[in-house]
DNA sequence: TGCCGGTCTTACCGGTGTCAAGATAGGATT
DNA sequence: AATCCTATCTTGACACCGGTAAGACCGGCA
């Protein structure tokens, strides 16, 4: 079975097409949008024929799951190292955030892929949920963390965790392919930007917490 | 020049293809999903033949760009009136969110078409621009009231406008399209969720200032 | 050598966005 | 009233897309 054959291909044909199928989608979606990514421009951009693809993917849903799942192991990978950062539990929590703020505008051909579900087949989803799983962990780590060191408070970390991932997310959104992408086209400034809401409102949750106010 | 006619239609052969167009676009994306949205099909839903449309919008994206400004319009209609609620300008600044929430729950065709900015005309944004100006206007006028209503603040109330849009947003989006949808299938529920979380978030910060912890 | 399974190609189908040409209706002009 | 005019709508065509079927090709194996 010369399945994966070797890693420099010119064996066969191409000799590992799956892999190059979904680094040419993504390549796409960055340089020219979503709405360009067809799988016949990917194919011939790649060298092989219109139908070449369908030997590696059911269909062109089977191609976005395995990128939305691909994206999702990416993202827990730029995320897990903000859990080993010094400092406080608040300060990891920010950095998460800013984290994920960053892998959207560095990856934004994953990242506009993955928030698509359209484009996924509904019965390959639970490969997208493996991989969003380990994210959502991570997140829901850091926030239970924050809980752990502020001691009782009145807040449901669940609740909190959703919270926390819509802030990064939200702003993740409208800068990158939202009605602020015209505004926050440098990637320090959107760093700065999401860091200073992130830990503004991380800080105000968790270094003040209720009953110590006014 | 038979421009609109009357309301009624049965006039020439449709009477007021344009929002019916819309209508029936917004109708398909909320019944069948974003995917099955075309112009063929909702013409021939709508009555007319698969070129009608081109005498009401110059293109597919023209017609996006309709219903996104239409949609930003709706959306600001159903955010002002939070504004004029008794109680504290963070108890107003939370029902702003929750309405967003609830929003793109209750209008998931308008909500799902105004967030894919690919399928609609560059040229035509500033449609768009108008319109959310409005929705942002508000946004940024509660962020402001709770600044006032706080005193001195470190924050900026731009950047926190910001960041009240995007943890709106952000739970929207996760909850309505994205892979909270399954969890969140009640709309007690979700506007549940989101008022916990907006207003955890919003008291934090806004009604126990810093400088006030321990 | 001949077989065989995985890979890729060619050819085709239905559907979609878009354009060009023509038909039609209803008001305005004479 | 007969005519023109213009917006509206239809028909027909084109290129592109996703998807399928049939066959060609390559490599290993008996």
Chains 1, 2 share one sequence.
Not at 12 to 24: C, F, K, P, S, W
Not at 36 to 43: C, D, E, G, M, Y
Not at 144 to 168: K, N, R, S, V
Request: some cysteine; proline content about 5%; hydrophobic content about 40%.
């Amino acid at each position: 079975m010369p399945k994966s054959s070797s890693t420099t291909s010119g064996h066969y044909h191409h000799g590992d097409l799956r892999h190059a199928l979904i680094a040419e989608a993504v390549r796409t979606v960055e340089t020219e949008g979503i709405e360009a990514l067809s799988l016949r421009r990917i194919s011939t951009r790649v060298g092989v024929s219109h139908a070449a693809a369908y030997h590696h993917f059911a269909d062109k849903s089977a191609l976005m799951t395995a990128i939305t799942a691909e994206a999702f192991t990416h993202l827990a990978g730029v995320l897990s190292p903000c859990l080993e950062l010094p400092g406080t539990a608040v300060d990891r929590l920010t950095a998460l955030g800013v984290a994920y703020v960053d892998f959207a505008y560095r990856n934004r051909g994953y990242f506009l892929v993955m928030w698509r579900p359209e484009l996924r087949d509904p019965a390959l989803e639970s490969e997208v949920i493996t991989a969003g799983d380990e994210a959502y962990g991570i997140i829901r780590g850091a926030v239970q963390a924050c809980h752990d060191q502020a001691g009782e408070l009145p807040y449901d970390p669940t609740e909190m965790t959703i919270g926390a991932w819509a802030m990064a997310h939200g702003i993740a959104q409208l800068t990158v392919d939202g009605p602020l992408a015209k505004w926050f086209t440098d990637p320090v400034a959107l760093s700065h930007l999401a860091r200073n809401i992130i830990d503004n409102t991380a800080t105000s949750i968790y270094a003040r917490p209720p009953g110590t106010g006014s």
